[in-house]
């Protein structure tokens, strides 16, 4: 039997800010456990919680950029339930009424493919404190002495990014994350680091037989910490469950961990006992009112984002998924290539120059592209004289160097230097004539048979000319005298 | 030591500690003396703060000397133990925080005391402010100063016991549902709910965070009036704090009731009272006539269903607001074999019976299933409720009612829990609707069984924000009858 995967991912996003999500405490990855605490994080008797101005913000232009609908009201719910690593043993979430509803992620595949998956929600929570189990030598609470509890994270605000279950394949999961990834970098809201738990996502998957309707039981995979582990995670789980059921077993329904070491999940809980959240509006927190002035502001500081980028430079401008790619996850390099190609009317050579030249000599010096001597305009003025043939590639490489170590312009270094292209018929004759007059041998070489010399020739006949002469002619002009 | 009486009132004390003719350490050490000497049985406080109160005191006669101005310079203040005061116990009255130390000072305690308030000692009150006779205390019991069989009132009976023992000039209690009010009718006190909003929670152990205000306990409606000043207002910390302005009540107290409408409820069972508690309050409302008022009749259709509504309503929030005690962070800790089996037995030694019947109450309230069916319908009952009050408020600018059903009983008189939630028949309404509300001194009644005569309070209850009509209009009716001061309490005789 053939069989589709579906899949459906939730992601949690802390969300960028100075303070946590309903205290004054900075909201800051690495610091000394529990020292960025305070009576309202630490849920101590009586403390309340107010929430972040700037966490609301960002919950809306995240919701406005993947084109979700913003409620004109919203509210706070307390979801109830005993962890030990949660303060007030409920979490400040939302409920029926999160700040965003709908909306939908456009991803592209490797082969230039746009796809979209639609989101049931976006919604604003507390993250909680983080436990760690010791004595047991691998980590696990089974068998653990004792546990920590480092409450610094809790508190922070947290996006909850939950998708419709209408991914197919890992790879397009992937593809997801990654557009969900760049557009949140863009708008600033998060760090997304997958290594510091500032993005963190959980994948629900299930199988059916291609062309089935119904969904089939699903599990949820927990603890990938890399794209890459998501990718085999859940390739891996849907091996797991075709095996199960052409073996003739069932799929439960459960929670299942990644092992990155043994490349495979395993049971973490079944969810047969589900959990009753006991979700009611927190009492301690007004509904928030948005008001449309509020979200017309915000919506007039987007800017593109990052799929409509992918487009336009794919599109428009003809560059390969890979060298889209490179300018998506890069919003400084692809604001200057923009200028250049703006100024230059060329995105091929803008191309050429600021993801080739340029970025090699980004990674070899440290310095970004951004950041180096060269403009924008002068990589444009560049491009325009190799255009107007002014100068060959050759010296167009050289002037590249030249501009990053701030020379100048390229049009001053050219005349100062006197590096212009020489295109006269007259004086390539000569550098010609002179360079076989020397080299008789490989002239007879040649003319024997051995056509392949002429490279070496040509070597020549740049090198006497300083690289100025126009390759093309030169090539003319020996074929003329050899022949 | 000066001659200094602890009968005296707060607006008086502050007006002698800022012309210089008291000290605040004078002061503090007349009421500890008194503390030291009635509080064993009286039982008022959980804890005394007599090194605190001594080194605040020396803190505000030296804020007095270098000219500030203090408008509650060396008053005595009695703290509800749900406060938070920073390096005190506070406990909630439960066995589940007994030995918790608050790292920080509530916002209305930390006003007070920035006003110049000296803190004598965190009264009793029911555990986590759940009762109405402050029996439910896991740590400790408080007497009725007049009648020390008798219990002071709940949830604030600690505070309300402390002020009429005059082992403090004010006390600042919390109403969930009456818990203000209903103490200050059993111990001969005026007890003021604000609107919903208006004294910041911020620090305040929470019951019922849609319901819980803070509130003064004092022995006039001008020493309420003063603390209520002092305290009122926005707060940063609290959300659900009001971001708006207040006016003073304390230059609004007024002469008479001339001009004001003072409606009482139709529907408001007086059967509940019985007959001679029934004629004092029929005596309090003429005395509101002979002060000027025009009273009228007003309906509340929907009052019956208050005390239904408020037990989904409180109890809801509380089981959620006391997930926190569950032995991990702070406060006890029974050890187990896993986390599960400790929080199971930390909470069931923890908590007193009262309370965990509230937190199933509540938690079956909230369940799925039942969510719509209790919780969603109690809501709508609530905004019900106020819309009446609303409409009522169309035809009158006071209610006048009962402020509980009968004066102080004694203990354990009343076993079943329903019974007790009873008494709150009267004050439940205005919890619901945020409304601000008070009771004061209204009169006089030897109950059955009794051999002092019991004080009985008047409630008074205005629109959202009214405060100082309601305080100004308490003020007129307590100078034409003067309750108050009718009898003394019965615990100067007894040695500790």
């Not at chain 1, 692809?334 to 050579?349: C, H, I, K, L």
């Not at chain 2, 506070?90 to 000296?118: D, F, M, Q």
Request: negative net charge.
């Amino acid at each position: 039997m053939n069989w589709e995967a579906v899949i459906g991912i939730e992601c949690h996003v802390e969300l960028k800010t100075q303070t946590k999500m309903f205290c004054g405490c900075p909201n800051e990855f690495g610091a000394e456990p529990n020292t960025n605490v305070c009576p309202v994080c630490l849920g101590m008797p009586g403390a309340l919680p107010v929430p972040n101005r700037v966490a609301i913000e960002h919950m809306v232009r995240a919701g406005l950029a993947f084109g979700a609908e913003i409620p004109a009201f919203s509210k706070f719910d307390r979801k109830n339930y005993f962890y030990p690593d949660m303060p007030k043993d409920y979490q400040i979430s939302q409920f029926d009424m999160p700040l965003t509803s709908g909306g939908e992620v456009k991803y592209w595949l490797d082969d230039g493919t746009m796809k979209s998956c639609r989101l049931t929600r976006i919604h604003l929570e507390e993250d909680t404190g983080k436990s760690s189990h010791a004595g047991s030598g691998d980590g696990r609470i089974a068998g653990s002495e004792y546990s920590l509890v480092d409450f610094n994270r809790a508190g922070v605000p947290l996006m909850e990014c939950v998708s419709e279950p209408e991914i197919r394949s890992s790879q397009d999961a992937v593809a997801y994350l990654t557009s969900l990834r760049e557009t949140l970098l863009q708008l600033d809201v998060s760090d997304v680091k997958m290594e510091e738990g500032s993005l963190r996502c959980d994948a629900n998957v299930s199988i059916r037989p291609v062309g089935a309707t119904e969904l089939g039981t699903k599990t949820e995979i927990k603890n990938m910490n890399s794209f890459r582990s998501v990718q085999r995670a859940i390739d891996s789980e849907i091996r797991r469950q075709i095996e199960t059921v052409e073996a003739g077993g069932r799929v439960v329904q459960e929670t299942r961990g990644w092992d990155e070491a043994r490349g495979e999940t395993h049971t973490m809980r079944s969810k047969e006992e589900a959990h009753d959240y006991r979700y009611f509006p927190d009492p301690d927190l007004v509904p928030m009112e948005l008001q449309g002035d509020d979200i017309d502001r915000l919506r007039s500081s987007l800017a593109e984002l990052p799929w409509q980028r992918f487009q336009r430079l794919t599109g428009e401008y003809g560059l390969n998924v890979k060298q889209a790619g490179q300018l998506i996850d890069n919003a400084r390099l692809a604001e200057y290539f923009d200028r250049v190609v703006t100024a230059s009317r060329n995105p091929q050579q803008s191309t050429n120059f600021v993801l080739g030249d340029l970025s090699r000599l980004a990674n070899e010096s440290g310095v970004a592209v951004a950041d180096s001597k060269a403009s924008p305009d002068d990589v444009a003025e560049l491009i325009a004289m190799v255009d107007a043939k002014t100068i060959n590639s050759k010296i167009a490489k050289t002037l590249v160097e030249r501009m990053w170590k701030g020379d100048g312009s390229p049009k001053a270094i050219v005349e100062r230097e006197g590096l212009s292209q020489t295109s006269d018929p007259g004086a390539v004759e000569t550098f010609v004539d002179d360079v076989l007059a020397a080299n008789p041998n490989i002239v007879a070489e040649y003319r024997a048979g051995k056509t392949n010399v002429a490279g070496f020739l040509v070597g020549q006949i740049m090198k006497a000319s300083r690289g100025k002469a126009d390759p093309a002619l030169v090539n003319t002009v020996l074929k003329r005298k050899l022949e | 030591m000066s001659d200094f009486s602890i009968e005296r009132g707060a607006a008086d004390i502050a007006r002698a500690v800022t012309a210089g003719s008291l000290s605040a350490a004078d002061i503090v050490e007349a009421v500890l003396s008194r503390v030291d000497a009635v509080d064993g049985s009286v039982g008022a406080y959980l804890t005394p703060l007599h090194d605190l109160a001594r080194g605040t005191a020396a803190n505000v006669d030296a804020r007095v000397r270098a000219g500030e101005r203090l408008p509650l310079a060396g008053v005595p203040l009695a703290v509800k133990d749900n406060m938070c005061l920073t390096g005190t116990r506070t406990t909630a009255g439960s066995k589940i925080l007994e030995h918790w130390v608050a790292p920080y000072t509530a916002t209305a305690v930390a006003r007070l005391l920035n006003a110049g308030c000296v803190p004598i000692g965190k009264a009793n009150l029911d555990e986590f402010a759940m009762g109405s006779s402050c029996e439910n205390s896991a740590l400790g019991v408080t007497r009725n100063p007049y009648d020390l069989s008798r219990v002071p009132g709940g949830s604030s009976g600690g505070s309300a016991a402390a002020v009429a023992a005059l082992e403090a000039t004010i006390a600042l209690g919390s109403d969930t549902g009456g818990s203000i009010r209903e103490p200050a009718a059993f111990c001969n006190l005026v007890g003021f709910k604000p609107t919903y909003g208006r004294v910041s929670r911020y620090g305040l152990i929470a019951f019922a965070s849609s319901l819980d205000q803070i509130g003064p306990l004092t022995r006039s409606v001008e020493d309420a009036a003063l603390t209520y000043d002092a305290m009122a207002g926005f707060d940063t910390m609290d959300a659900t704090s009001l971001d708006r302005e207040v006016e003073p009540s304390a230059t609004a107290l007024r002469e008479d009731l001339r001009g004001l409408r003072i409606g009482l409820v139709r529907q408001f069972d007086t059967k509940l009272l019985g007959t001679d508690v029934d004629a004092i309050y029929k005596k309090a409302y003429d005395d509101l006539a002979a002060c000027g008022a025009e009273i009228v009749e007003v309906t509340l259709p929907t009052a019956d269903y208050g005390l239904a509504t408020y037990y989904l309503i409180a109890p809801a929030e509380c089981s959620s607001n006391l997930s926190r005690f569950d032995g991990v962070r702070y406060g006890l800790r029974v050890e187990a074999k896993d986390v599960q089996a400790m929080y199971e037995e930390t909470r069931a030694a923890g908590f007193g019976p009262e309370v965990k019947r509230r937190i199933l109450i509540g938690t079956h309230a909230l369940s799925s299933g039942y969510y719509d069916a209790y919780y969603v319908r109690a809501q709508k009952a609530r905004t019900l409720i106020a819309h009446d009050f609303e409409k009522a408020f169309a035809g009158c600018d006071l209610i006048a009612c009962p402020a509980a059903s009968s004066p102080a009983f004694a203990f354990n008189a009343k076993s079943d829990p329903y019974s007790m939630y009873m008494m709150d028949y009267y004050t439940i309404p205005m919890s619901l609707a945020g409304l601000p509300a008070l009771s004061v001194p209204c009169g006089w009644v030897t109950p059955p069984g009794g051999s002092a005569p019991m004080p009985l309070g008047l409630q008074l209850c205005a629109p959202l924000f009214a405060e100082p009509l309601l305080l100004g209009a308490a003020h007129a009716y307590e100078r034409a009858t003067k309750h108050a001061t009718q009898h003394s309490p019965r615990v100067e005789a007894v040695s500790p």
